[in-house]
């Protein structure tokens, strides 16, 4: 029975941000600065990717390549990949201080965690410079992890590789994936917890693949509600996903759970 020494999560749409809606708004500008309109389906598909590679995962998607094609007269290069990031980027970095809410049982979970001797690391599709703002705005709310590592920090390698977990364990002193559970709310993040041996765990309720904001969530009818997290739950199971939680109010016990051997 393993002892769990660390948990490390996701931000946006995990820990921050309920339904990561900042993100998909800024890919939409950039698209459509680009005279492409893509749809919010679209821009969630390869979310919690590094936010080149999401771009990239967008442009080979056949709709928008075709859009690209009949508008351009050329299929997308590497030069569309920087033009259409250096409109995101400035798109981004105008919304995210407004959304970076601490999600519902985070702050309870954590210093539960906390409480039984386990660190809190993290990993982000953003930016070391996107996370500045983040970090600053979720620790004015309380929310402050151990460790913080992007891909600018593992020579851009974000996710599905699992470097960015693997200098949160170097960083943090942590010597066995079997003692650490990875938390997201993405496809990428499951990849990259199992890609890194972790155990991994998605959480539904304000997650990207659910992609409504706080107050759209709260004021569907209960059936929708079930059918939305049934949606999620079985998405994040396809893509290796150990477990799946609602919110972050089960994860102390869910912890529990696996320490004592219990299996999904």
Same mark, same amino acid.
């Given at each position: 029975? &393993?002892?769990?020494?660390?948990?490390?999560?996701?931000?946006?749409?995990?820990?921050?941000?309920?339904?990561?809606?900042?993100?998909?708004?800024? /890919?939409?500008?950039?698209?459509?600065?680009?005279?492409?309109?893509?749809?919010?389906?679209?821009?969630?598909?390869?979310?919690?990717?590094?936010?080149?590679?999401?771009?990239?995962?967008?442009?080979?998607?056949?709709?928008?390549?075709?859009?690209?094609?009949?508008?351009?007269?050329?299929? &997308?290069?590497?030069?569309?990949?920087?033009?259409?990031?250096?409109?995101?980027?400035?798109?981004?970095? %105008?919304?995210?201080?407004?959304?970076?809410?601490?999600?519902?049982?985070?702050?309870?979970?954590?210093?539960?965690?906390?409480?039984?001797?386990?660190?809190?690391?993290?990993?982000?599709? /953003?930016?070391?410079?996107?996370?500045?703002?983040?970090?600053?705005?979720?620790?004015?709310?309380?929310?402050?992890?151990?460790?913080?590592?992007?891909?600018?920090?593992?020579?851009?390698?974000?996710?599905?590789? &699992?470097?960015?977990?693997?200098?949160?364990?170097?960083?943090?002193?942590?010597?066995?994936?079997?003692?650490?559970?990875?938390?997201?709310?993405?496809?990428?993040?499951?990849?990259?917890?199992?890609?890194?041996?972790?155990?991994?765990?998605?959480?539904?309720?304000?997650?990207?693949?659910?992609?409504?904001?706080?107050?759209?969530?709260?004021?569907?009818?209960?059936?929708?509600?079930?059918?939305?997290?049934?949606? %999620?739950?079985?998405? /994040?199971?396809?893509?290796?996903?150990?477990?799946?939680?609602?919110?972050?109010?089960?994860?102390?016990?869910?912890?529990?759970?696996?320490?004592?051997?219990?299996?999904?």
């Amino acid at each position: 029975m &393993p002892k769990i020494n660390a948990v490390i999560f996701d931000w946006a749409g995990t820990t921050v941000d309920f339904g990561s809606t900042s993100p998909v708004s800024a /890919f939409m500008e950039a698209f459509r600065r680009a005279g492409i309109e893509v749809t919010d389906e679209e821009t969630r598909a390869p979310m919690g990717l590094l936010k080149r590679d999401h771009i990239r995962t967008m442009l080979r998607m056949p709709r928008i390549a075709k859009a690209w094609q009949d508008r351009y007269g050329r299929a &997308p290069n590497a030069d569309d990949v920087e033009a259409l990031y250096s409109d995101f980027e400035p798109a981004l970095m %105008a919304v995210l201080p407004q959304h970076c809410d601490i999600k519902p049982h985070v702050l309870e979970a954590v210093a539960t965690l906390r409480d039984k001797g386990i660190k809190i690391g993290s990993t982000t599709g /953003f930016t070391a410079s996107m996370m500045e703002v983040v970090t600053r705005e979720a620790a004015k709310a309380g929310y402050s992890p151990d460790m913080l590592v992007t891909a600018d920090d593992t020579g851009g390698f974000g996710r599905p590789w &699992p470097y960015m977990v693997f200098e949160n364990m170097k960083r943090l002193g942590l010597q066995d994936v079997r003692q650490i559970v990875k938390v997201g709310d993405t496809v990428s993040d499951m990849k990259e917890g199992k890609n890194a041996g972790l155990i991994t765990v998605g959480v539904t309720e304000g997650s990207s693949i659910i992609g409504l904001d706080k107050k759209s969530w709260e004021s569907l009818s209960e059936m929708d509600q079930f059918a939305l997290r049934k949606k %999620a739950r079985e998405t /994040f199971f396809a893509n290796g996903a150990d477990f799946v939680i609602d919110t972050m109010a089960e994860l102390p016990k869910l912890i529990e759970a696996i320490e004592n051997g219990e299996k999904a």
